[in-house]
């Protein structure tokens, strides 16, 4: 479930002219089909490097529960949850909890092979303990999947209810750290209604598709709503020169 994560200053792609002036922390990631097994090792310590900037501080103010959101539809941005997860969870004493937030196309259970039934929408409308909804993802117990669940028409309006409020606080104390794979930010009003609940989001742009406006967009719709950014992850990043070579630079 590793991604290969680079940590960077600035972004760089074929897709943005000039480099961002940004001063947010961001993370360039690129997927690949197949990943040789020779490449595995840094793969895993790319994503690590992601965990130890963002998560592993520990200090009273380091981030516990935190959302993971694409600026357009089909970006990465679950994959990249998925993989920060797995990161997290092997690194830490404690117990990590994957959330599938968005209801409008969820990917979490493919990506961990498992069924999508009894998650956070049968949770919003029930009076059970958050626990008997998620689903342990190791043998040890350290990570743990909170489905959709049981999807309608109007299951996107759940995201906006006062249970959900609730049910998070619930999850902030059962789990050390909970991930929230949200909503595409420029599509739905959805991930904004997780903001408040969160400690910030991790944005997720993509080399080859996401506009420099959008970014911009968005970056400015979250600090307007005084949701932190803590950090910006850039999928699909083309190397111009070759990467061993890039990695001297």
């Known amino acids: ?3 290969n994560f680079e940590l960077m200053q ?3 792609s074929n897709s943005w002219s000039r480099r ?23 793969l895993e310590n790319e994503a690590l490097r992601l965990v130890q900037r963002i998560f592993l501080p520990r200090t009273p ?3 516990r529960v935190v959302a993971f959101a694409s600026v357009n539809h089909g970006e990465g941005c679950s994959s990249i949850c998925v ?5 997290l969870s092997q690194n830490i004493d404690g117990s990590v909890c994957v959330v599938e937030a ?4 969820p990917a979490l259970p493919g990506l961990f092979r498992t069924t999508n039934h009894h998650g956070l929408t049968d949770a919003l409308l029930s009076v059970d303990p958050i626990c008997s909804f998620a689903k342990p ?3 040890d117990k350290k990570l743990w999947l909170l489905s959709a669940g049981q999807l309608s028409t109007d299951s996107a309006n759940l995201l906006s209810s006062d249970r959900l409020k609730a049910r998070v606080t619930e999850l902030r104390s059962e789990f050390d750290f909970v991930l929230i794979d949200a909503p595409p930010l420029t599509q739905y009003g959805d991930a904004l209604a997780l903001g408040p609940l969160t400690d910030g989001f991790i944005l997720v742009l993509d080399a080859e598709s996401t506009r420099r406006e959008s970014a911009q967009m968005v970056t400015e719709t979250l600090r307007t709503a ?8 850039l999928n699909n990043r083309s190397f111009p020169i070759p990467e061993r070579l890039y990695h001297w630079l």
């Open 1 to 3: 479930m590793s991604k």
């Open 10 to 12: 600035q972004l760089a």
């Open 20 to 42: 961002s002036q940004a001063s947010d922390p961001v993370f360039a990631a690129q997927e690949d089909a197949t990943v040789p097994s020779r490449d595995q090792c840094s």
């Open 61 to 63: 103010s380091s981030p």
């Open 83 to 87: 993989s920060v997860a797995d990161a």
């Open 102 to 105: 968005n209801f409008r196309s």
């Open 137 to 139: 993802m190791t043998s």
């Open 226 to 233: 005084e949701i932190p950014i803590l950090a910006a992850v």
